[in-house]
């Protein structure tokens, strides 16, 4: 997630255990075909110790902010969308697979970019923010309803 316009990056599904090999191939998915990072926030979990996964941070030149122990507070942003995730998308959605479990948070994280206003930007969508999608003013006397997620959202759209 990007912090500043709130928008997903992405997301990386890996089926199995996951070792240092397995999330340096996971980030290479999220990131490929964008800017790296400057900074990434993580947590205190033991896959951020693999030798591996600290190669491939120094090699990118990316500057790891560690959280604060048992204070989750300290990357509210982060955590708030993991809850939102949770409660928006993975609570209400039966997967398959690995292959389909990516596709539906790649269509939630469509949704949450592109049509889901937030607050904390003034009611404008992550897409809008970063400049990515401009829109339009639209006249919505006449509108019909656009699905998304397979259905588990509708946002208004001009007919």
């Given at each position: 997630m990007d912090q500043y316009t709130r928008r997903i990056i992405g997301f990386a599904v890996h089926a199995g255990i996951v070792d240092g090999a397995a999330l340096c191939q996971m980030f290479a998915h999220v990131v490929r075909g964008q800017p790296t990072p400057r900074f990434l926030s993580t947590d205190h979990d033991p896959l951020y110790r693999?030798?591996?996964?600290?190669?491939?941070?120094?090699?990118?030149?990316?500057?790891?902010?560690?959280?604060?122990?048992y204070v989750p507070l300290s990357?509210?942003?982060?955590?708030?969308?993991?809850?939102?995730?949770?409660?928006?998308?993975?609570?209400r959605t039966l997967f398959w697979n690995e292959r389909d479990l990516e596709?539906?948070?790649?269509?939630?994280?469509?949704?949450?970019?592109?049509?889901?206003?937030?607050?904390?930007?003034?009611?404008?969508?992550?897409?809008v923010a970063s400049?990515?999608?401009?829109?339009?003013?639209?006249?919505?006397?006449?509108?019909?309803?656009?699905?998304?997620?397979?259905?588990?959202?509708?946002?208004?759209?001009?007919a």
């Open positions: 693999f030798h591996r996964w600290r190669a491939n941070l120094r090699i990118r030149k990316i500057t790891e902010v560690i959280t604060v122990p990357h509210p942003f982060v955590e708030r969308l993991i809850g939102t995730i949770r409660r928006e998308c993975l609570d596709h539906k948070l790649i269509e939630f994280a469509d949704y949450y970019n592109r049509h889901r206003v937030h607050s904390s930007l003034r009611g404008c969508t992550p897409a400049s990515m999608d401009a829109g339009n003013t639209i006249d919505i006397s006449n509108y019909r309803w656009q699905s998304h997620c397979r259905g588990l959202y509708q946002t208004p759209m001009a």
